[in-house]
């Protein structure tokens, strides 16, 4: 789900992103669980549903991760995927609460399809989109496969993300949620696994989506705010670990709350409503203070043809010519771009 900030972050914040290329040589971290379920979301076929293989597993996950990380490496960018680990307790309530919204969504799903309305059952179905085990494991599998390193978090991929960044090993995280912000990252990219053109949901209308950069200290420093104020903000609007936050509270009344009166503790003797399925102090020494590991280099080898071919044609069917087509243009991608390259604190701070 992660923190609704958008109505708070200013637009002088966010630089747009015109070509990707100015991205090159920047060793991007890149929430994996984010990007697979922007794939799963927008790789389907013109009915709406997912692509599948002869055996009807699901492919739209591996067709998104190739080709849009394909397109990466072509313009110089060198990714790294984080993927979860075992999910806080803080959070574990909240997780039970959409595996029971995502059940509820398959059959309305299906009931909408059995009665003809494709639109309204094409809508539930993306409500209803999870990750299996087995998803997370043929992604890796083919990183592996491609010379992509990913990083196996101990819990949050995004705040393992945040930690990569903030210690120099990637220059920025990459995801749709504005959590990163939360967890320190310097620099968050959005929109990198969904540019392009999109429909919005329920309208017959298609946007230009585009890339963008917001940078932590001067969001900060626009706002007039702490690091910890911003946590703050967040935990009033609600976040994954008290998703519902105070009823009444948005982004920029949350803002004036905390702007006024300092901190959540001086906060919420003045908001009689206030009621949180966690300790919201715990929420916010989580967001200071999460289960990460230390990463001392991450390195992008040769891709494997054998391999890539063996797992997207040979056992799910993918189209040869096509594979074989992105598969040199990934190789030229390496050849100028990542051969032979890895990233690390002391590259890092040779660079400086």
Avoid at 146 to 169: C, D, F, N, R, T
Avoid at 185 to 190: C, G, H, Q, S, Y
Avoid at 194 to 223: A, C, F, H, N
Wanted: glycine share 6%; hydrophobic share 40%; charged share 30%.
């Amino acid at each position: 789900m992660g923190v609704n900030l958008k109505d708070l972050i200013p637009s002088e914040c966010k630089i747009e992103i015109e070509d990707l290329r100015h991205l090159a040589n920047k060793v991007l971290a890149f929430d994996a669980y984010n990007a697979l379920y922007q794939f799963l979301a927008a790789v389907r076929q013109p009915d709406g549903t997912l692509l599948m293989d002869s055996k009807n597993r699901i492919t739209s996950h591996l067709s998104g991760l190739f080709y849009r990380t394909i397109n990466l490496v072509e313009s110089g960018i060198k990714p790294v995927y984080v993927f979860d680990g075992r999910p806080p307790e803080i959070k574990k309530a909240e997780l039970e609460k959409r595996r029971s919204r995502k059940e509820k969504a398959v059959k309305l799903a299906e009931k909408a399809y059995h009665e003809g309305r494709v639109e309204e059952a094409a809508k539930y179905a993306v409500q209803a989109i999870y990750l299996t085990d087995e998803m997370v494991k043929e992604s890796m599998r083919l990183l592996e496969a491609m010379g992509i390193p990913y990083v196996q978090a101990p819990s949050e991929g995004e705040a393992q993300a945040a930690y990569l960044s903030k210690k120099g090993i990637s220059w920025a995280t990459a995801s749709q949620d504005y959590d990163s912000f939360l967890f320190a990252t310097p620099r968050l990219v959005r929109n990198l696994t969904i540019s392009g053109k999109r429909k919005l949901p329920g309208k017959d209308v298609y946007v230009e989506i585009k890339p963008e950069l917001i940078e932590l200290e001067r969001l900060l420093k626009t706002l007039g705010i702490s690091r910890e104020q911003l946590i703050d903000i967040a935990i009033l609007i609600g976040t994954d670990y008290n998703p519902d936050g105070i009823e009444g509270i948005g982004p920029k009344t949350a803002y004036q709350i905390i702007k006024s009166y300092g901190s959540l503790e001086k906060a919420l003797k003045f908001i009689p409503q206030a009621k949180f399925p966690e300790d919201p102090l715990k929420i916010r020494e989580y967001f200071l203070n999460p289960a990460v590991i230390d990463i001392g280099s991450i390195e992008w080898r040769k891709p494997s043809h054998t391999d890539i071919i063996k797992i997207l044609v040979e056992e799910h069917d993918f189209s040869r010519d096509r594979v074989e087509n992105a598969l040199k243009r990934l190789e030229k991608a390496f050849r100028e771009h990542v051969r032979g390259t890895s990233a690390s604190l002391d590259q890092w701070f040779k660079k400086r």
